[in-house]
């Protein structure tokens, strides 16, 4: 075994799933994939099942999230590490004002990227995934995991067509080469850390909801009721 690959194994150990009264679901896919959608109708269906429950996403809309939305629309240069330690900043700022006070009280969170976008878009980029685990080490992880599978091509294809729509440039991980690269990370990550599925993403809305749904439904709710 590799140093590198013995490291991430000990590392492992360290990660806690959230075993606060909240449940802690986390979506991730590729750029394009349909996170912000598919939280919201998940976030819809749980509250019809009357589920408190909050919406919520990374990068966050307080001051690092800010910043680091001007890096991704190429406004400002970081790459790599310091990139990605700028996520795992934000998501400690956003776990002590919203995502713990949140499960504390026995609210669900739901949210569009968390951790394992920092783990695989990182390695995607040459960054030692164990470096990269180890930052996020003491932060919870989800009860639920839920990566959107879609092929890169359809990713694209969305992406260019909202920005057309909107007259927006390409951010930083919108280019096939970042794409195929965090698709291959993406996976490696799903075989190793817990309470990751893998989820088709290909199809209408409704049906992609309804597979999310399965999983949410056999996974958490059984534990919940």
């Not at 400690?92 to 976008?117: C, E, F, M, N, Q």
Request: glycine residues 8%.
């Amino acid at each position: 075994m590799k140093l590198e690959d013995h490291l991430f194994d000990e590392i492992l150990t360290l990660i806690n799933v959230n075993s606060l009264p909240g449940k802690l679901i986390s979506f991730d896919t590729l750029d394009g994939g349909g996170n912000s959608t598919q939280v919201a109708l998940l976030t819809e269906r749980l509250r019809n099942r009357g589920v408190d429950v909050l919406e919520t996403k990374e990068p966050t809309d307080e001051h690092i999230g800010r910043r680091i939305r001007a890096i991704l629309r190429g406004e400002e240069r970081l790459r790599g590490l310091s990139l990605q330690f700028l996520f795992v900043a934000d998501r400690g700022d956003h776990l002590d004002k919203v995502i713990l006070p949140g499960l504390k009280v026995g609210r669900w969170v739901v949210s569009a990227r968390y951790a394992l976008t920092t783990v695989a878009w990182g390695t995607g980029q040459g960054v030692p995934s164990w470096v990269l685990l180890a930052a996020n080490a003491y932060y919870p992880w989800p009860n639920l995991n839920i990566v959107l599978m879609l092929s890169i091509d359809e990713c694209l294809r969305r992406i260019f067509a909202r920005a057309k729509r909107a007259t927006d440039k390409l951010e930083l991980f919108e280019t096939r080469a970042y794409m195929e690269a965090n698709e291959v990370a993406l996976k490696q990550m799903a075989k190793k850390l817990p309470n990751v599925v893998l989820v088709d993403g290909m199809g209408t809305e409704e049906e992609v909801a309804a597979r999310v749904w399965k999983f949410v439904e056999e996974r958490l709710l059984p534990l919940a009721l």
